[in-house]
């Protein structure tokens, strides 16, 4: 299985969508802590159930597990914690969580996209989310960040 990612800052709808096209995406997994925000455009939770519908034929899934925790997500973004701090309370949380044996990932199909807000996945939770589901699952072979 190849985990894609993608990020919805920066690209526009075209972009997204055709990026998601040319990587054959099984299904988009939403892995934003507020995906229903008013501030993500066409990436809003309900438009974006129906157009990756309508113009790929592909599922939608918001997958909380893989959220970041609120909090810590505040704290970086003030600066009040480093990058790596982050990535490292990140990594905790999905330990914790257990994530091997509440996930399903093949019910993602082979070739899912891990969804979230940041237009580059080098400081972004789903480049470390896609890493730990590399490191855990053994159906997960390749990561591929996408619409870059």
């Not at 480093?82 to 905790?92: K, S, V």
Request: charged letters at 25%; a neutral charge; aromatic letters at 10%.
């Amino acid at each position: 299985m190849e985990i894609c990612t993608i990020g919805t800052s920066g690209i526009t709808a075209q972009r997204f969508f055709q990026a998601l096209s040319e990587a054959r995406v099984s299904s988009v997994i939403d892995i934003r802590l507020h995906p229903s925000s008013q501030l993500a455009g066409y990436a809003k939770q309900d438009s974006l159930r129906y157009f990756l519908d309508k113009i790929l034929g592909v599922g939608y899934h918001h997958e909380p597990l893989l959220t970041p925790a609120d909090e810590k997500l505040r704290e970086y973004r003030s600066k009040s914690i480093t990058w790596e701090n982050y990535a490292e309370e990140y990594f905790i949380k999905l330990k914790v969580s257990k994530l091997e044996s509440k996930l399903d990932i093949t019910k993602w199909g082979t070739t899912p996209v891990l969804l979230c807000s940041e237009t580059t996945p080098e400081f972004c939770h789903r480049r470390l989310a896609a890493e730990y589901l590399l490191k855990v699952f053994p159906e997960v072979n390749k990561i591929n960040h996408i619409g870059i």
